[in-house]
């Protein structure tokens, strides 16, 4: 077994593995069951939209994908709208995990 950047022989040894696996395994499965918002700019050359879209397959829960007019720098050129999804998406994401 390999965890990036832990030592190879610290999960050699069974008291240290001990110690360690049951953290990196819920470290493992929280991540692929967070839920992903990706943004990304509808005309950036460097990352194209499918790109973006590709996050998904990271997670087991939910994903949302949100272009905006622009290149990579869309951030730059906008307005808040990217500010507003986000508070959306936070207020939606807390909403699901206090089961309200």
Sequence with gaps: MSLEGTPAGALTQPD?????LPTSRADMTAVETFPIAAFGGSADPSVPVGDV??????????????????????????????QRTL????VLGSSATSGS
Excluded: Q
């Design 16 to 20: 240290l593995a001990e110690l360690l």
């Design 87 to 90: 508070e959306k998406l936070c």
């Design 53 to 82: 879209a590709a996050w998904g397959r990271h997670t087991e829960s939910r994903f949302s994908l949100h272009t905006h007019p622009g290149g990579h720098l869309y951030l730059l050129e906008r307005d808040n709208t990217v």
